[in-house]
């Protein structure tokens, strides 16, 4: 996909990850704006995919 070629080759799996699961949060209305979440991570590698796709996901600015 096209967001996959803005990104180097060793993130295209992550990257290609993002998308689904931000839309999987928003339609099951997760994750609410400006929440915090907490993940516990085992250092497992689908922890580590966790934890590395919540931080993409990190909305940066703050709560209204």
Avoid: C, N, W
């Avoid at 998308?19 to 400006?34: C, S, T, Y």
């Amino acid at each position: 996909s096209s967001t996959d070629q803005a990104y180097p080759a060793h993130l295209t799996h992550q990257v290609s990850m993002i998308q689904p699961v931000r839309r999987f949060i928003a339609e099951h209305k997760l994750i609410p704006r400006g929440a915090r979440v907490l993940a516990a991570v085992s250092g497992g590698s689908d922890s580590v995919a966790l934890a590395h796709i919540l931080r993409e996901l990190t909305d940066r600015r703050p709560p209204e």
